[in-house]
């Protein structure tokens, strides 16, 4: 195996056995959990910062699409274990059951959403609805639809509802990108429907997403009772903020430029944050070589580059620190605020 492979494949899974090992014992099992995918992978990030360059380069891993397969399974056992202890199947106390859903939530939101979200872009169709499935389980199906549909499309402008604006909180923002995006997501999917002649309601992907939804939602219950359908509403709206809040720091405050015939400017490098920290980006499958994957939206997470600092805007920490950080509106805006303002000037100055 190369070391590509083992650091995609170490990051990304080591969160399934001790979230598995935390639903069914509790105890150390859900302190370490937690600490894996909160303190530990921020340590590592700023302590492989400071002792490594950053490599900026893709890699080889050509076994990409059977890991993310591996992870899309890891996916479904850790949700349905993790409603089943929640909803009291496993005996864990009350801190134990708060430690877990932040640990499990954590792994589905960040690690979970980030395997779906490149599966949605492989061209193989079972691969295209695993991952759609993996949306659907946490109720977020319209955004197999409204991401490739509509954020791809309209990334920086206000067309696009996962495009947060310079000085919206993210709490503003979360509202305004679900509700835009599943309505966009929607008109998208019928307007690529007529276009190809089909018109009928069931042929529509919200069909599935709905009746999927459903089934999770049943699936929740036979799982746990009404404290099982509970605890599966919590953990999918905990994953979707994560989500909302990746969009949200991604993207924030930057906007396309207009053409002199008044065309929007083609989506480059400079219209999303990214992070090049190691750890956190192996185990989010380079998720936050951002620039790199709206430029190439097909191409494998392994390959995606990371832009040199005049070409892209860089975070001043990882995505997940940052996340954090953005639940704090007053100093988001201290700290981003003006990045946002010296990025924007500086890519006026180089087209003016």
Known sequence: MTRAALAFSITSLLPVPLIVAAALVGGAGVWAALLYVTLFAFMMDEVIARAVPADRGGCEFPAHDALSVVLALAHFAVLGLTVHALAGGTGLGGAERLGLFLAAGLFLGQ??????????????????????????????????????????????????????????????????????????????????????????PLTNPYAVYFAGAALAVAAAAAIGGMAGILAHLALSAFAQSQLLISDYVQHYGLRRGRLADGRLEPVGPQHS????????????????????????????????????EDRAPILPRSLPAMALLALWPRKWKQVMDPRVAAWTAAKDAQAA
């Open 273 to 308: 944050w990214n992070a090049p920290h190691w750890f956190t980006g192996h185990m989010m499958l380079n998720a936050p070589r951002h620039s790199d994957h709206h430029g190439h939206p097909a191409r494998p997470y392994p390959a995606l580059t990371l832009p040199s």
């Open 111 to 200: 690690v979970g959403n980030s395997n779906a979200h490149e599966l949605i872009h492989r061209g193989r169709r079972g691969l295209n609805a695993l991952g759609r499935w993996v949306y659907i389980s946490v109720l977020f199906g319209h955004h197999s639809s409204a991401h490739p549909l509509v954020h791809h499309r309209f990334v920086a402008t206000d067309k696009d509802p996962n495009s947060a604006r310079a000085g919206e909180s993210y709490y503003r923002f979360a509202r305004r990108a679900w509700i835009g995006s599943f309505k966009a997501g929607l008109t998208a999917e019928r307007d690529r429907l007529r276009s190809i002649g089909r018109t009928g």
